[in-house]
């Protein structure tokens, strides 16, 4: 079965600081999928990045960087200059390439005060 | 515009009674899913359909069931045998030969 870790449960910070999530992931499967999805207050889920477990190139969008490490099962997310829009929860998933199935971990709440 | 509408945004129902969310696509996607979340817990998948006319169970099947008739509908009914259903449900889509799947607003259900 596939588990997804996120050890942080809240993070708060200082507009303009740099934050970064951890997601650890565990699966016996080679080939998967992991994502990274932001809930703000409204409750929708809304979805940032997806990346295959065979490519391991590292990837900025704007001021959202991921790194994936295979050799240390982790897909860390990183916010770049966080501003307080970027207050909410963050889910890391991961799914197989069988049926798509998402297995979230518990998600981490980052504050962003002014 | 297109989308996955979930209504109604909030419910309230009577402990015993059985109850119905409605999640409505017109995205044309082929697979629709249904999540729970708990205060502090990740999403869990109670149901999903790849396809009309065919569903399978999630990790948290007991006490929910569901149907999947046309394309763009996936209704969830809360059954009085699930023991605990205050929850706030999460209804998604995807589409053929995608990997990421794309989610409504929610229904926050109540029960008292």
């Known amino acids: 079965a596939q588990k997804v870790t996120q050890a942080q449960t809240e993070i708060s910070v200082v507009e303009k600081e740099d934050v970064t999530l951890d997601c650890v992931y565990e699966?016996?499967?080679?080939?998967?999928?992991l994502f990274w999805y932001k809930q703000p207050p409204s409750g929708e889920l809304v979805f940032l990045i997806r990346?295959?477990?065979?490519?391991?190139q590292n990837e900025i969008s704007g001021r959202y960087s991921w790194n994936f490490q295979k050799s240390t099962s982790s897909f860390n997310f990183t916010i770049t200059a966080s501003q307080v829009v970027d207050s909410a929860v963050y889910f890391c998933?991961?799914?197989?390439?069988?049926?798509?199935?998402?297995?979230f971990g518990a998600g981490t709440t980052v504050t962003v005060r002014a | 515009d297109g989308g996955i509408t979930q209504s109604p945004k909030y419910l309230f129902r009577k402990e015993g009674q059985n109850v119905t969310l409605s999640c409505e696509q017109n995205?044309?996607?082929?697979?629709m899913y249904w999540y729970r979340q708990d205060p502090g817990q990740g999403l869990r998948l109670i149901y999903y359909?790849?396809?009309?006319?065919?569903?399978q169970k999630g990790d948290i099947a007991e006490g929910y069931s569901v149907s999947r008739e046309k394309k763009e509908s996936f209704p969830l009914t809360v059954t009085s045998a699930q023991k605990n259903p205050t929850a706030f449900y999460l209804c998604?889509?995807?589409?053929?030969?995608?990997?990421?799947?794309?989610f409504g607003q929610g229904t926050r259900l109540t029960v008292v």
């Open positions: 998604a889509s995807r589409p053929h030969l995608r990997t990421e799947a794309f």
């Open positions: 998933a991961h799914a197989l390439s069988n049926d798509y199935k998402l297995s």
């Open positions: 359909s790849q396809i009309v006319n065919d569903f």
């Open positions: 699966t016996r499967d080679t080939t998967y999928y």
């Open positions: 990346r295959n477990s065979f490519d391991e």
């Open positions: 995205l044309n996607h082929d697979a």
